[in-house]
């Protein structure tokens, strides 16, 4: 059977404005797919990027979904699937095509892969909040990263739904967050968040204050989603042979090479991780267990009421002024 949905669509890319609510078809859920009633809707930088056309995929146009996170509850589920049962709290984030499968609407199919339990104490808003800036921070800074209890961790944009996420991961391994914002009205905000060191990287210079705060010795990991021309620069804060995880390009200019050898660089996308049920399993065990035990609480910034705030909300993403994620609730 086929009813009707409302969805975030775009018919070209640019600024927020060209994000509109439209009727669409909603089919039900094929085999391996569950149909979801969405309740909250989580912002990723990602997303702005895939709108304005400057992300690493391109929208399929002359009609584009968006988004990849969302928290709600199963509404039905196809053939064959095991995993889920109509009812069930859930949250969305793994394996989506933005274009095709984009979850900015009040009600979405999806594959079962997409789809990750819910704890049934976790609220919509928090759970909009959670899978997908925990799974970055831990498959980031721990599978990817080898973070160590007693290591230095500097994470830049640290005020990002990433990054108040790394902040969280970074304490829970038992290491030193030092996190890096470029506004001094943040700093309060990192330090209640969990970071042991806050750097505005406008009134310092970053690797001295590293050094300081290190010792003279530097950071073992650096987790950074700024890249570009500065990247030589940021090195200078890492210890002899250490880490640099890069897992984004706000910077959006050609990245530098730095020289400070031996440096490992890595590259981490979420997607490579989540790409295999083991991987979803690590990254879900993970966030549950930090969720039960308090080591990490989802940091909401904003919450927006009904789908028709998605334009404002992604105004506020591009102002930066906020510290954790942007939310925008779903009405029924
Ligand atoms: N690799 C992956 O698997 C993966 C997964 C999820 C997200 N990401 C990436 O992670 C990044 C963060 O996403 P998010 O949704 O967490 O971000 P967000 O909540 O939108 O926050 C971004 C923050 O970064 C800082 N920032 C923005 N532009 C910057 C620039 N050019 N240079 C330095 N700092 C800048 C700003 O804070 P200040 O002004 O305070 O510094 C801003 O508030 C994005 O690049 C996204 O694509 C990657």
């Given at each position: 059977?086929?009813?009707e949905?409302?969805?975030?669509?775009?018919?070209?890319?640019?600024?927020p404005?060209?994000?509109?609510?439209e009727r669409?078809?909603?089919?039900?859920?094929?085999?391996?797919?569950?149909?979801?009633?969405v309740?909250?809707?989580g912002?990723?930088?990602?997303?702005?990027?895939f709108?304005?056309?400057?992300?690493?995929?391109?929208?399929?146009?002359?009609?584009?979904?968006?988004?990849?996170?969302a928290?709600?509850?199963?509404?039905?589920v196809?053939?064959?699937?095991t995993?889920?049962?109509?009812?069930?709290?859930?949250?969305?984030?793994?394996?989506?095509?933005m274009?095709?499968q984009?979850?900015?609407g009040?009600?979405i199919?999806?594959?079962?892969?997409?789809?990750?339990?819910?704890p049934?104490?976790?609220d919509a808003?928090?759970?909009?909040?959670t899978?997908l800036?925990?799974?970055?921070a831990?498959?980031?800074?721990?599978?990817?990263g080898?973070?160590r209890?007693?290591?230095?961790?500097?994470?830049?944009?640290?005020?990002s739904g990433?990054?108040?996420?790394?902040?969280?991961?970074?304490a829970?391994?038992?290491?030193?967050p030092?996190?890096?914002?470029?506004?001094?009205?943040?700093?309060?905000?990192?330090?209640?968040?969990?970071?042991?060191?806050?750097?505005?990287?406008?009134?310092?210079?970053v690797?001295?204050?590293?050094?300081?705060?290190?010792?003279?010795?530097?950071?073992?990991?650096?987790f950074?989603?700024?890249?570009?021309p500065?990247?030589?620069?940021?090195?200078?804060a890492?210890?002899?042979?250490?880490?640099i995880?890069?897992?984004?390009?706000?910077?959006g200019?050609?990245?530098?090479?730095?020289?400070?050898?031996?440096?490992?660089i890595?590259?981490?996308?979420?997607g490579?991780?989540?790409?295999?049920?083991?991987g979803?399993?690590?990254?879900?065990r993970?966030?549950?267990?930090?969720l039960?035990?308090?080591?990490?609480r989802?940091?909401v910034?904003?919450?927006?009421?009904g789908?028709?705030?998605?334009?404002?909300?992604?105004?506020?993403?591009?102002?930066?002024?906020?510290?954790?994620?942007?939310v925008?609730?779903?009405?029924?």
């Amino acid at each position: 059977m086929t009813t009707e949905a409302r969805a975030v669509l775009f018919h070209r890319t640019g600024d927020p404005d060209v994000l509109t609510i439209e009727r669409v078809r909603l089919d039900d859920p094929g085999p391996g797919e569950v149909r979801i009633r969405v309740d909250a809707l989580g912002l990723n930088r990602a997303e702005a990027l895939f709108r304005a056309g400057r992300y690493y995929y391109q929208p399929t146009l002359p009609a584009s979904r968006l988004g990849y996170e969302a928290a709600g509850v199963v509404e039905s589920v196809g053939a064959g699937v095991t995993e889920f049962a109509p009812g069930d709290p859930v949250l969305t984030g793994p394996q989506i095509e933005m274009s095709a499968q984009g979850v900015y609407g009040d009600r979405i199919v999806l594959p079962v892969e997409s789809v990750i339990p819910r704890p049934a104490s976790v609220d919509a808003v928090t759970g909009a909040a959670t899978w997908l800036t925990y799974a970055t921070a831990y498959g980031g800074l721990v599978e990817t990263g080898g973070l160590r209890p007693g290591e230095h961790v500097v994470i830049t944009a640290a005020s990002s739904g990433v990054g108040t996420a790394a902040i969280q991961v970074a304490a829970r391994t038992g290491a030193v967050p030092i996190a890096v914002t470029r506004s001094g009205d943040k700093r309060r905000r990192l330090r209640d968040v969990g970071a042991a060191h806050v750097i505005v990287a406008s009134e310092v210079d970053v690797p001295e204050e590293v050094r300081r705060l290190t010792g003279g010795r530097g950071a073992e990991l650096i987790f950074d989603p700024v890249a570009g021309p500065e990247l030589p620069a940021l090195a200078e804060a890492a210890s002899v042979a250490g880490t640099i995880v890069l897992y984004g390009w706000l910077g959006g200019q050609p990245m530098l090479m730095p020289l400070n050898w031996p440096l490992t660089i890595h590259g981490y996308a979420n997607g490579h991780l989540s790409a295999t049920v083991s991987g979803r399993r690590r990254i879900n065990r993970y966030i549950e267990a930090g969720l039960r035990d308090g080591g990490l609480r989802p940091v909401v910034g904003k919450v927006f009421t009904g789908l028709e705030r998605i334009v404002d909300a992604h105004r506020l993403m591009e102002s930066n002024t906020h510290v954790g994620k942007i939310v925008v609730t779903v009405e029924h």
